[in-house]
Every structure is written in C-alpha cells, then in structure tokens.
C-alpha cells in the first residue's frame, strides 16, 4: 500500500512542505487543473506538478482526474475526437511517471453535498448529504452552488445539457462507458496505466440523470465490458458507503484487488435513509469498520495507492472543503497504524 495525499497546485493552502511531514507520505494525488474538460494538459504544466512534488521528496504516480468530456457519456459522434484527447493525456501523463488515473462517469454533476459545513458536536465541521433538501433542489432554478457542479455552465447551458441526457437511461450509459473504455485501453496497455474508474457519489441516481457506478453489480459488469486488468476501479469507502446495501469488505473479498488500483479511504456516519455527513476516519466515529476494509485490502494483497479522502476541518482551519490538512494528516496515520498492526498480525 502506497500513501497519498491529494494537492490541488500552487494555489492549494495545504503546501507540499506540509504534505512532506505527514508521517509515510510517499507521494501526491494531483492533476493539471486550467485545462477544461476535453482538452489536451499541456506537458510543461504536468511537468511542474511533477517537479514541485519531487522537489519535496514525493512522487507523481496518481493523476485524479481526468474528466471525461460530457459527448463520450452522451456518446455523440464528436466522442471520438474527445477519446483521441483523452489518450493523448494518458500518454503525457504516463511520460511524466505517471502509472493510475482515476476518473469517473457521472453525467453533468459530479460528487454533491446538501451542506459543505455542517457543524459536528465537538466543534469542527464537515460536508453532508440530506436527501430530502437534495430532492428539494432544482438545479435549474436553484442559485445554490455546490462543489461538484461545473461552474462554466450558464443556467441555459445547464438545461440544455440535461435535456440531452433525456433519451439516456443506465443501459445507453452503460453502452458509451464500453465503448470509452475499450476505445482508450490499448493506449493504456501501451504506456502501462492503470484506470480507476471512481464510483458515483452519492451511489444512488440523481435529478433523473442515470448514474452506473454504485456498487457490486457496476463492479462485475465494468470488469466484464472491458477484461484488461487496466479497466480498473477506485473504491471509494464513503461514497460506496453511504448506501448501506453496499457491503464494501465483501465487495474487496469476492471482486479480489487485482482491479483495485486506488483506495479512497474515508468513514461517514449514516443519519438517516439517504442522509449522511462525513465523519473522523476511525471506525468508532462513524459506521463503516476501517479496520474490517484495510483487512480485506491486505488478504486481498493489496499494493496499489491509497489516500485519506474527505476530512473535517478541525482546530480553525479554512480551506477547501473536505480537503484541509489537519484532519486528512490524521486520517494517513490512522491508516498506516491499522496497517501495520494488520501486517504484523498476519506475519503472527
Ligand atoms: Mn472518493
């Protein structure tokens, strides 16, 4: 297991000095991020990310994510321009010592939130999921503005955008997602990277817009559309979570983590049907068992990439939400605690 640690650039408040000290970090999670969806990352710009973080000691290894443009999802017939683009990405990307790219499916929005700080007891605050304010919410009139929602889109462009997606349900999603994959799998077997597809947060459909990747079900038939190892998944704990359907340590144990190339490791604390907030990562604080997890990763042989997800902000601090230091840093060590004893125990 590899730990890593999200940066999102030269405008991050969270420093590379910072990511340096937490204990174990052997690397950053990062992308180029003033390019728009569709478009070619210039190579000096993957360079930089790379040279900042090996400046400090860490290595570039995880791109998350590459945005796959909206006509693949749509499946367009401009799809194949956009997939040509996205293979060149992998190649600059793979060149610059890059070998997982994480990414997702998700129609128009991408994760989504009802509040992004949410007060917690002990004082610190952390993003949430209320279903009901969710289902409450238009986003074509609504002027609420959420973090997974692309703010180029005018309120037109959004409607016109959804409309589009009016004739696709899950089987036609399902059907350009194969038609994605495949079309840019042998560039990855060409430059060696693996794609690890991210599942849909929250797993369940939104707004009428047909989500795929929720679950044990997505699991099998997303391995199954493309057979290359490469075709590969980030598994996110919190965002598989947060349907309690999902059992994620028997999805680890039955799927075998040869096509789990990175783990986003995070705990929420279910609060109601389809209600959830984001919790402290050791499994008291919330209702996912991380140690259960990390078990089932180390018999698995895991030894892909993983990195504390979504954190609190805790002790005052301000930032980007979900992606402070403090709380992040704690959950690293957390997790490289859980697997050492794990490691140890199993050597008896
Ligand atoms: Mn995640």
Redesign the pocket.
């Known amino acids: 297991m590899k730990m890593t640690f999200r940066w999102y650039g030269e405008n991050d408040p969270v420093t590379l000095p910072n990511i340096r000290q937490i204990p174990q970090m052997s690397g950053i999670v990062s992308a180029v991020y003033s390019v728009p969806p569709g478009g070619v990352w210039p190579r000096e710009s993957i360079a930089a990310v790379k040279d900042a973080a090996h400046k400090n000691g860490l290595l570039f290894e995880v791109a998350e994510s590459v945005p796959v443009h909206e006509d693949i999802k749509l499946g367009l017939p401009s799809r194949d321009g956009y997939i040509e683009t996205f293979c060149e990405n992998i190649r600059r990307l793979s060149e610059a010592g890059v070998t997982c790219i994480c990414y997702n499916f998700m129609p128009v929005f991408d994760w989504l939130r009802s509040e992004l700080s949410k007060p917690l007891p002990d004082g610190s605050n952390a993003l949430a999921y209320d279903n009901q304010t969710v289902l409450d919410l238009d986003p074509l009139k609504s002027s609420l503005s959420l973090p997974g929602w692309d703010e180029s889109y005018s309120k037109e462009g959004l409607k016109a955008l959804m409309n589009q997606y009016k004739d696709i349900d899950e089987e036609k999603l399902w059907g350009n997602f194969a038609y994605f994959i495949n079309g840019i799998m042998p560039t990855c077997e060409e430059c060696g990277v693996n794609m690890a597809i991210?599942p849909d947060?929250p797993p369940w459909g939104i707004f009428g817009l047909p989500r795929i990747i929720t679950g044990a079900k997505s699991y099998a038939r997303m391995t199954e559309v493309c057979k290359s190892p490469r075709n590969g998944i980030?598994l996110?704990f919190?965002?598989l979570g947060a349907d309690p359907n999902n059992d994620i340590a028997s999805i680890i144990r039955e799927a075998g983590c040869e096509r789990i190339h990175f783990v986003?490791a995070r705990n929420i604390k279910i609060t109601g049907e389809r209600c959830f907030e984001e919790s402290a990562h050791p499994s008291a604080n919330g209702s996912l068992d991380m140690y259960e997890l990390l078990k089932a990763l180390h018999d698995g042989g895991f030894d892909g990439f993983i990195r504390p997800?979504h954190g609190r902000m805790i002790w005052g601090e301000q930032g980007r939400a979900g992606y402070g230091l403090y709380d992040r840093a704690l959950g690293a060590v957390y997790l490289t605690g859980l697997w050492e004893a794990i490691a140890k125990q199993m050597k008896g």
């Open positions: 991210h947060d980030t996110c919190g965002s986003h997800d």
